[in-house]
């Protein structure tokens, strides 16, 4: 069994680890923590538990949680906080699984100017490994620091990586439009956020400045051997949208040569064949219904030879694939087990 530990239990992220780790075979919790809540039953805060393998957890303060028993810690913290968190397990020896922006960047100054914090600990930065599977699976499995990538960018990576690697795109002319629900701005009360703001409404947030921006451009720089000033930058522009999860991002790139729809279907089919979570649609465009309470992302695909643009769609769940369920696909690959074991879970419909 693996017995894992989450700090930061009772945020949107710490619950949906549960949930989805309560269909795990091979998971045992050891210790669920959270300061705002020590004390409690889980199932006094979260009922959804009862009759659960974690039916009998109380929540402990962090300072007084005995993580001696623990295999793999989950960090569902916000950025800031979690570096020190983070530092202190590592020092432990426990394996780590960061939800949080404190450990996804190569270079800790492009996190210090996007994120205004100050990082505390760059040589631990270097050890940590991004964890996005379908890029750094074999990095993953011998990673003790994984940093989980942000939900936004999963959905714009994994539509974008194939035409990288095969370096068949302008890198300068990279478009990314992308939709979220309303549980990407995690738990605490924001006005904004209130039902009556965004019921019946959709808006632009965070244009040209979204922290999100700056980690795609890190990973595909660092894809393409670009550094610095000759990094490459993308256009990304995120919305918020009336739904509780989920993501969809349209992409768009220019090609630098002509080519059919089924050359391109194939660049997609060949590079994610054998990826247990990521589907390539060939007659239609993902939704998001057809994503949510799943780890898949689906990734449509349409070619405009009179423009030489591609549009890529990509949908995925925010909280799944773009958070915890992205996080136990991390964790199955460390410790060598199936990677879509507790993962089997199909899409809610409707």
């Known amino acids: 069994m693996i017995k894992f530990s989450i700090v930061g239990t009772t945020g949107y992220v710490g619950i949906e680890l549960l949930r989805l780790l309560q269909q795990h075979p091979e998971a045992e919790a050891a210790c669920l923590i959270s300061n705002s809540q020590a004390g409690k039953a889980l199932v006094d805060l979260y009922p959804q538990f009862r009759d659960s393998k974690f039916s009998g957890c109380r929540l402990v303060n962090y300072e007084e949680a005995d993580l001696s028993d623990t295999d793999i810690v989950f960090t569902a913290l916000p950025h800031g906080v979690s570096q020190d968190i983070v530092a202190e397990l590592y020092n432990k020896g426990l394996k780590i699984i960061d939800m949080s922006g404190d450990f996804r960047y190569t270079d800790t100054a492009v996190y210090e100017k996007w994120y205004n914090e100050k990082h505390k600990y760059p040589k631990l930065n270097e ?43 302008d890198l300068d002319n990279i478009i990314i439009d992308a939709k979220s629900g309303v549980s990407g701005a995690g738990k605490s009360l924001k006005i904004t956020n209130l039902f009556n703001e965004v019921h019946e409404n959709m808006k632009a947030y965070n244009v040209a400045t979204h922290r999100h921006t700056s980690e795609i451009e890190n990973v595909l720089s660092e894809l393409c051997g670009r550094k610095g000033s000759e990094g490459i ?76 643009k591609l549009i890529i769609i990509t949908a995925l769940d925010n909280m799944v694939k773009g958070a915890a369920g992205q996080a136990i696909q991390n964790m199955n690959v460390i410790f060598g087990i199936k990677e879509n074991t507790g993962l089997e879970a199909r899409a809610v419909y409707p």
Do not use: W
Request: glycine share 6%; net charge neutral; with cysteine.
């Open 127 to 169: 050890k940590a490994v991004f964890g996005l599977v379908e890029l750094n699976r074999e990095k993953i499995r011998k990673a003790d620091l994984i940093a989980n990538p942000g939900c936004y960018v999963t959905a714009s990576l994994l539509g974008l990586i194939p035409l990288v690697t095969k370096n068949i795109i």
């Open 233 to 308: 930058q993308v256009l990304f522009t995120p919305h918020l949208i009336p739904i509780k999860r989920g993501i969809l991002a349209t992409i768009y790139v220019d090609l630098k040569d002509k080519y059919s729809q089924e050359e391109i279907m194939k660049i997609y089919q060949e590079y994610y064949q054998g990826e247990p979570f990521v589907q390539i649609l060939e007659d239609e465009m993902p939704e998001i219904k057809q994503v949510v309470g799943s780890n898949y992302c689906l990734i449509g695909l349409k070619y405009d030879p009179r423009t030489d």
